[in-house]
Nanobody, 125 residues
Framework: QLQLVESGGGLVQPGGSLRLSCAAS????????IGWFRQAPGKEREGVSC????????YYADSVKGRFTISRDNAKNTVYLQMNSLKPEDTAVYYC??????????????????WGKGTLVTVSS
């Protein structure tokens, strides 16, 4: 059974850093587009960053460009999101998700087929 498990969330002060990990089990990520999404209280889930199967293409939302870096280690079946210079507005539950069936937008909620349960990131002093 395909599972995605996020880790690495927590409480951090503004300007700080966190590294999120998403470990996949039940299938191999090698050939799939995978991404990070977030949902803040009262807001819709939004795409933060996505990476192609070969890591040759990366997408970042404008709000995180220059601060977040997505990467993948296919040997470990894991995707990472390095988050630097964190701001209070980055506070949200962060989810990883994978595109399996090739449908939907490149880094949109409807473009992903399987989701993890999320990890909470709180940026506050």
């Amino acid at each position: 059974q395909l599972q995605l498990v996020e880790s690495g969330g927590g409480l951090v002060q503004p300007g700080g850093s966190l590294r999120l990990s998403c470990a996949a089990s039940g299938f191999t990520l090698d050939y799939n587009r995978i991404g990070w999404f977030r949902q803040a209280p009262g807001k819709e889930r939004e795409g933060v960053s996505c990476i192609s199967s070969s890591a040759g293409i990366k997408y970042y939302a404008d709000s995180v460009k220059g601060r977040f870096t997505i990467s993948r280690d296919n040997a470990k079946n894991t995707v990472y999101l390095q988050m630097n210079s964190l701001k209070p507005e980055d506070t949200a539950v962060y989810y990883c998700a994978v595109n399996v069936y090739g449908r939907g937008g490149w880094c949109t909620v409807d473009g992903m087929d399987y989701w993890g349960k999320g990890t909470l990131v709180t940026v506050s002093s």
